[in-house]
């Protein structure tokens, strides 16, 4: 089972002799690993090093690894993060899983499970994930706060000034106005939004993407059914534009 594509692997795992064994085993798999020790040090690599899987571990020093793996799916809903965790219980999985985990595996675990994982992992990223590198580097560098109309969004901290006062942005609104953008003036197909936005996830539709289109028509327009900023492009989707 042994790569030779160099996939790079971030370990975040605060117990050492648990992360020097996994980055001595998967670098004799064929892969490249790099070890994060807390939470902080995880979000740095990662948008240093831009891994191509994550081992994310729950209990971490720091910033805990749930808000680890929140943060980073504002910014990229692609990448596999494989959560492995001695939190066996199943309200533990189910939550690790609604806050973005690809795959859920307890400890203690048997390596051969835990290398079959990340190839399948690895292998359905490569289906749609590599397409989509450009698209993620233009999201992660999009400034903190951004402006247009008379509408101002802080990314830093999930708020919008616009014409309700001082609003609250869910992860959703924040990844789909991070998408939009990145893609400022281009159209954007519903597909395209499901799957950089959502990953296509199995409760998806396009009626989804219409809700919350009609949900950020609301508080960024003047008058909603005559938008300026978000606009309906007939039978491919939609177009976001300011001056």
Known sequence: MITT????????????????????????????????RDGADALRLWK???????????MLPVIDGLSVLQHIRLEDEQIPIL??????????????????????????????????????LLKRYSWYGDKDSAQRDAMAAIPAVYAFGGNRIDFNTATAECRYGT????????????????????????????????????????????????????????NPKKPVFFRSLRSVGYVFDHD
């Open 83 to 120: 959560i492995v965790s001695a939190k066996s219980a199943h309200n533990d999985k189910i939550k690790g899983l609604s806050y973005g985990g690809d795959d859920y595996l307890t400890k203690p675990f048997h390596l051969d499970e835990l290398l079959l994982r990340i190839e399948r």
């Open 5 to 36: 594509n160099k996939k790079r692997i971030l370990v975040v795992e605060d117990e050492l002799h648990i992360a020097e064994g996994l980055k001595l085993n998967l670098t004799l798999q064929g892969y490249s690993a790099e070890i994060a």
């Open 48 to 58: 240093t090093q831009r891994p191509d899987l994550i081992i994310l571990d729950i």
């Open 167 to 222: 609003i609250r942005l869910t992860e959703q609104e924040i990844r789909l106005m991070k998408l939009f953008i990145a893609n400022r003036s281009k159209p954007l197909s519903r597909s395209k939004l499901l799957r950089v936005g959502w990953g296509y996830t199995g409760k998806t539709t396009t009626r989804t993407v219409d809700n919350f289109i009609v949900r950020l028509r609301k508080y960024f327009e003047e």
